[in-house]
């Protein structure tokens, strides 16, 4: 066996291997990257310089500024009001719904990250599930797709647009790709999924109960009662945090009476 056929069986095992780890996910995703780098480092494949040739990357340097950008969406509040007008915007009709929520995730995942602008809308959409009575995954998977597809639009949206950005200026001589220069490709993309799911796709997305379905099925309800606790019980001496007696079983301890006045606990002990 060659050198050069040695290094290339070395780094699939090692290619592999951490692929392997990644789908295990026993390891934060950072210590296996690590660990990969680490490896390369004491098999030879990469020298002592190259190693930390990558934090230098634009194409790395881009995707951290990419966090800093979402982050800044998030403490202003703009990905907040877009998505608590969803329902201003759309009504209570599916389609429009559908639309306004692919489109609107579209954009925002044009300029930050994509799980940024996916977890801003989320707690909207669950609340306008709850107030139209239409399936969350109704309108949950156009939104993971459209965030997706929203990603091409721009250099930022998406890593690999940031990657094959960085590789074509570092060994090519063309003119390095402007902002918007995925964008006549990523608007047909996301017109195309947009129409996709709002003529056919929504047909095919499943229905979900909701837990206010299960609810209405079994006719349960919500009640108030009382728990005694025996002077044996395993919890005395402990704190409503410590029992884990409200989480454990999905109740609200509203009053704690160890003495004959009610204490009103505060709502993150609940």
Known sequence: MTTETFQITLVLI???TSIVLFA???????????????????????????????????????????YIVSDGLFKTGVADYLGANIMKIAGPSEIRLIAVIMVMVGIMSAFMNNIGATA??????????????IS???????????SLMGGNLTLIGTPPNILAAGILQETSSVP?????????MGI???????AYMLLLGRHLLPTTKTEDDLTRS????????EIRILPNSPLVGKTIVESGFGENYDLTIINKLSTPEAKQLPSHLS
């Open 14 to 16: 090692i290619l592999i």
């Open 24 to 66: 295990w996910e026993r390891f934060a995703p950072d210590v296996v990257a690590m660990l990969v780098l680490v490896t390369l480092a004491l098999t030879g494949l990469v020298t002592s310089e190259e190693i930390f040739t990558g934090f230098s990357s634009p194409a790395v340097i881009t995707v951290w500024a990419i």
């Open 120 to 133: 801003v809308l989320l707690p909207a959409i669950v609340g306008v599930s709850k107030q139209t009575g």
């Open 136 to 146: 969350p995954s109704k309108f949950l998977i156009p939104l993971s797709f459209a």
């Open 176 to 184: 390095p790709l402007r902002f918007f220069d995925f964008a006549p």
């Open 188 to 194: 047909i993309i996301l017109s195309a999924g947009v």
């Open 218 to 225: 079994y006719q349960l309800r919500d009640y108030a009662t």
